[in-house]
């Protein structure tokens, strides 16, 4: 070994704030060094780009946010999007048409349901059999949309509340939203990506107990929102990082498509259950709540007050429940042939209709045998239908070519269109005023890229 | 409908497998030739039209067919021993309405058609079609006058379709001149409204007008129908990639997009492609 001298390696040494002063740096990533100093040579100008994201916990998902930044104000605002991108619509050209349900209900996740029943809805009209869809299974769908709209909001105001510093709110928010995956669990077998509402139908009918595990879970729920309310609703610090942020005027909403909470906090009580009824919406009792305000807080109260509309159609849909009947059409040709049991091994295949199709009908057996792997054939055509999802008006474009699967389909999902508020609701703004608009609009990254 | 619809659309491949199931008979292989009688009586979900028996001979629009099927159970050739061999079904998208349309579909198509003709363009040049279907109105436009069409939808008081759904792709392959569908969905919340306008491009000259200067909405779903279909929004700010990677090569949602298999770590085997696995259909 040698003595260490100047070749030997070391620890550089700190640089002198001196030698730093007047020179310019920059960040790079990507392209040519020479470029980018060229233009910044030639802008002259201090000009920081920031990248949120993709990985961000603001950015409820691998949403990737470029601001360009003056100091604390955002000059310009860039949203990035496709980080989550899985082919969803691809993927179920290649399956039949009760598969696709399977995935579609993975595109927005923290609203399944509501892509579950747009796209059943679509695949009925297709088939010209909305009309004999059973009641009961019409009921069911709209009990499960409702409790997944307030499950999606709770997840809103719990992430929001999260994202401002609030863990408090989203401890509150995860735990109501709790007691519905719960009543979802006992319902479809599963908290997530449920596949319980079926071209036809739903499922399986809602088992003994569940009507009255509702009432249950809709009294907590209740109990939850009113301790968010006191936590939220008077808050100075609530208010002040929410209020005046983020605003979208009406004409902004319209010309930009964005719908849902965003457009009726503008005033505007646009609606599709009111305007476009499915699924009997017609039939039930609730209002469309509207604020004026047009900001990040006007959506807050509309999304809470949203809540309590769904907890009336819940419990109108429980009443409603009362009357049994079946819950899958009578057309054997599209209805799927088993109903789902619980057994000693879990859910799955009735253990009578195990018996009939194994052991006393051969016919069942091929038709149930045809129907599960070569699905039922869809007379050409396309439809569009809509339902309005907890983050605005969803989508289902659906074209089929007269096969067992689907030709096209494509989801028009709300927060996909609404994200391209970001620019006009960020710019001019604070850096974290961001996270607060961010979050007003509720992106769910599942639903942006499918 | 435009001529290019009328090509018989069967391939050889499927002529070959209606050809042959009766190997016995003497009659050539022409003989079981799928004539455009054949169709119009195979064919599906057409919609029924009153005293169509009445008026036989006056000529019928043509069909847009999608699809030819024989057989049944997905079996053919040789291998097809159910009897079922000679079936030929044809599949058509539903054609071209009449009037009256029914409901509100006729005013707003007669406002249209006035706005139309007032500016000069001509209604019957930029509306090629209109199709009434399960309760939904589709307008065929011609590409040449999207713009001034989706912009008097938009503007004329009695029309007011404000709200735009986005736009999105469908591509149909066997349609020689006009493979590539952009579908644009749009609402009008003054009247309560809501229809479909669809624009046909060939694939060989995949250009259309962006609509964005009409609908900003339309941005990001004319990057993803571009992304996916390769439909170019002339006058788009920034057709960019959207969901795939920028340097992604090719259209994954086109019908000739190449899919994947899976290999399998035994033998060198692989799971084939989606499209080329067995299939009922």
Known sequence: MTAPTSQTPHATRHVPQDETQGVPSFEASGGDWSDIAEEAARLGEERIVVNMGPQHPSTHGVLRLMLEIDGETVTEARAGIGYLHTGIEKNMEFRTWTQGVTFCTRMDYVAPLFQEAAYCLAVEKLLGITDDVPERASVIRVLMMELNRISSHLVFLATGGNELGATTIMILGFTAREEILKIFELISGLRMNHAYIRPGGVAQDVPPGAIDSVREALVKVRDYFRQLEDLMLANPILQARMKDVGALSLAACMSLGVTGPLLRATGLPYDVRKTDPYCGYETYDFDVPTQEAADSWARLLVRIEECYQSMRIVEQCLERLAKPGPVMVADKKVAWPAQLAIGTDGMGNSLDHIKEIMGTSMEALIHHFKLVTEGFRVPAGQVFQTVEHPRGELGVHLVSDGGTRPYRAHFRDPSFNNLQAVSMMCEGGQVADVVVAVASIDPVLGGVDR | ?281
């Open chain 2, 1 to 281: 409908m435009t001529d290019e619809r009328k090509q018989d659309p069967v391939t050889p491949e499927k002529a070959d497998a209606s050809a042959a199931v009766k190997p016995g008979e003497t009659a050539p292989a022409g003989a079981q030739k799928i004539t455009e009688a054949a169709l119009e009586a195979g064919s599906q979900n057409l919609p029924a039209r009153s005293g169509a028996r009445a008026d036989a001979a006056a000529p019928r629009t043509p069909l847009d067919v999608v699809d030819v099927r024989t057989g049944m159970f997905g079996v053919h050739g040789t291998g097809d021993t159910s009897g079922y061999g000679g079936l030929v079904a044809t599949v058509a998208m539903p054609g071209p309405s009449e009037r009256p349309y029914g409901g509100w579909f006729d005013e707003v198509v007669d406002v249209l058609a006035e706005v139309l003709d007032e500016s000069g363009t001509g209604y019957a040049n930029a509306v090629e079609s209109v199709v009434v279907d399960r309760g939904e109105l589709t307008l065929n436009v011609a590409r040449e006058h999207l713009l001034e069409v989706v912009r008097a939808l938009r503007d004329d008081p009695d029309l007011r379709f404000e709200l735009s759904l986005g736009v999105s792709g469908v591509h149909f392959p066997h349609e020689t001149g006009r493979e590539l569908h952009a579908v644009h969905q749009i609402v009008s919340v003054t009247h309560g409204r809501r229809l479909r306008v669809e624009v046909a491009v060939p694939q060989s000259d995949p250009h259309l007008p962006s609509t964005t200067s009409v609908y900003p909405a339309n941005d990001w779903h004319e990057r993803e129908t571009w992304d996916f279909f390769g439909i170019v929004f002339d006058g788009h700010p920034g057709l960019a990639r959207i969901q795939m990677p920028d340097d992604w090569p090719g259209h994954p949602q086109r019908k000739d997009y190449p899919l994947g298999g899976i290999p399998v770590e035994y033998k060198g085997a692989t799971v084939p492609p989606p499209d080329q696995r067995r299939s009922y259909s």
